[in-house]
């Protein structure tokens, strides 16, 4: 793993049960995080967390917030709490790049304001983990290149300007795919992250860092980006929520590019509250990003205003069957879709079986991606520091050292140059709006409120695969406005405890986030589908238990539990 800037910590703050070993097991609970090793039934090793006042294994804002007002928590106790989860167990999944060496700095700071004059802002003290295309002035960034590995912009991203204000401490920098270039999370920079709920697979991407870090409980919230479906990608293999807004709701000034056309920002959570909260601080007008110009006069007071347990109740929701598969590999994902319209139907849905005529056709060859990247890229690199290696896309090829997995598409960037000449391109941009009338087409003809499909047809696809078959078009290639969350898990397996998380999407109107999220919010309530991760962690234990083993452990014992744990390592016994 490629892990830099790491604060020096000491060992977590856990006290330790340590019994017979067999299998190595990790899940953050309702009171911590919790650490087992199973033989048969029996427990045989738990860390629980030394601050029982707060749901820390799943801490929300709300939960955090009571924590201080009660006075039981700090926010220096927060910060040393996630910075011992990540130290601790990032080993296992490598979804960060970077640690905030100044967090416990910025955590002392907001303790003395909140003793003064009470919390700074709706995220006060509350751990963001940046995706690493995110300009942040205190840490590099470098979308996943080794050729950035040491640059630190000026100025932070604006939207990270705006999480700071709000109280948010930046903890870390999550892993992407490089310079987001496609669905699996993997970089020159930092490798292959992998999924918490299926070790052998991706945690789709290209936000996958932020989405495995927030499902192992490494922050609270995650910052994330959506050119194809980015954000909604790691959301629904990770059992998160994450929104993709209408084109210009939330600036992008200060984000790595990928396409001027397609690209969105994007929040992760574990629940609706906090992604409607964390979208609240993000959303607004930018000079830096023109087209938050047209958000003027469309944000309400709060994005958590409408959100009510009965919020489905006479929604006429439309499942579009386009986006079903129909091969045995789409069987689970198509179950558990099924299922949760069946669920919306009852508490209060009405469900509208629909499809839109052509679909095929008009989502066909719309990704502009490719085409503009090099003009988008060259035009952020103008805007960073007068000191970073390279100063055009093309300096980017030249020094070259790609992850093998985007090598293909960096070429085909390569051969664009005059937008202006590029009919193909043209033609492109054209029939997008042929996707947003026939959208809107079904939509008033069904009068519906929003529409409904999985996330991806198929589950989360294995390490070393392309991640194929997701449902980003309808959104990527309108502007319009997505937002998915945990639809179930597929059965379990041996390699998946707990099942492969299958992620649903709802998919509404420009400007329509706050109705979306609602329809979200009923369901999660009703549902409660979000469940955190239990991992196999015999082949990573040598890297990540050796730091949480309490003080009063004997070195003899500590050696006695490695070498165990060396020895099932080596002998597969998982």
Not at 323 to 342: K, L, P, Q
Not at 392 to 403: A, E, L, R, T
Not at 442 to 450: I, P, Q, R
């Amino acid at each position: 793993m490629s892990l830099m800037h790491y604060p020096s910590r000491s060992k977590l703050n856990k006290k330790l049960l340590i019994s017979d070993l067999f299998g190595i097991f990790i899940l953050p609970t309702s009171t911590g995080l919790v650490v087992e090793a199973f033989q048969g039934n029996r427990s045989a090793l738990v860390a629980q967390s030394a601050s029982e006042s707060v749901d820390l294994g799943e801490a929300t804002i709300a939960s955090i917030h009571a924590g201080f007002d009660s006075g039981d928590l700090t926010c220096t106790q927060i910060v040393s709490y996630y910075l011992d989860q990540i130290e601790a167990f990032d080993g296992v999944v490598n979804s960060l790049l970077y640690v905030n060496s100044k967090a416990l700095e910025v955590a002392a700071q907001l303790d003395t304001q909140y003793e003064s004059s009470g919390p700074v802002g709706p995220l006060h003290c509350i751990p963001v983990i940046a995706k690493d295309n995110y300009d942040t002035a205190d840490m590099p960034t470098t979308a996943g290149w080794v050729g950035l590995r040491d640059s630190i912009p000026l100025n932070d991203a604006y939207t990270i300007k705006r999480l700071r204000e709000a109280g948010a401490v930046i903890l870390a920098k999550s892993n992407l795919t490089e310079f987001a270039r496609g669905g699996t999370t993997v970089s020159s920079l930092g490798g292959q992250t992998l999924n918490p709920y299926d070790l052998t697979r991706t945690p789709g991407g290209s936000t996958g860092g932020g989405g495995a870090a927030i499902a192992l409980n490494f922050g609270v919230l995650a910052t994330a980006s959506d050119t194809g479906q980015s954000t909604r990608s790691p959301a629904s293999a990770n059992n998160l929520v994450g929104i993709r807004s209408t084109y210009g709701l939330v600036s992008r000034h200060g984000i790595v590019p990928v396409s001027f056309t397609q690209d969105n920002t994007g929040q992760i959570a574990r629940t609706v509250r906090d992604a409607a909260i964390m979208l609240d601080v993000m959303a607004g007008y930018d000079p830096g990003d023109p087209s938050t110009a047209f958000s003027l006069g469309r944000i309400p007071s709060s994005y958590t205003d409408e959100l009510d347990v009965n919020g489905l109740q006479g929604a006429r929701i439309g499942v579009l069957e386009d986006f079903f598969g129909t091969e045995d590999i789409h069987s689970e994902v198509n179950a558990v879709t099924i299922a949760a319209a069946d669920k919306m139907a009852e508490i209060g849905a009405e469900i509208i079986p629909v499809t839109i005529p052509n679909l095929s056709a008009l989502t066909a060859n719309l990704q502009v991606g490719d085409i503009e990247f090099k003009t988008a890229l060259n035009a952020y690199l103008a805007s960073r520091e007068p000191d970073i290696p390279v100063k055009s896309f093309d300096d980017v090829m030249q020094m070259g050292g790609f992850d093998p997995a985007i090598v293909s598409s960096m070429q085909t960037s390569a051969e664009f140059a005059d937008l202006s000449s590029n009919q193909d391109y043209k033609d492109r941009l054209l029939r997008r709006n042929d996707l947003r009338r026939a959208v809107m087409k079904v939509m008033a003809e069904n009068n519906l409120d929003a529409i409904l499909y999985p996330h991806q047809k198929r589950l989360v696809v294995p390490v070393g695969e392309d991640q194929v078959e997701r449902n980003g078009v309808l959104s990527n290639s309108t502007g319009f406005p997505a937002v998915t969350f945990q639809g179930g898990f597929s059965s379990p397996t041996e390699t998946a405890p707990i099942g492969v998380p299958v992620g649903i999407e709802l998919l509404g109107p420009e400007w329509s986030e706050a109705k979306l999220l609602k329809y979200a919010y009923a369901f999660e309530q009703a549902t409660d589908h979000r469940q955190p991760p239990v991992m196999d962690l015999t082949q990573a234990a040598l890297q990540t238990l050796d730091v949480a083993i309490e003080d009063e452990i004997s070195t003899s014992r500590q050696d006695g539990l490695l070498q165990a744990l060396k020895d099932l390592t080596q002998g597969n016994r998982i």
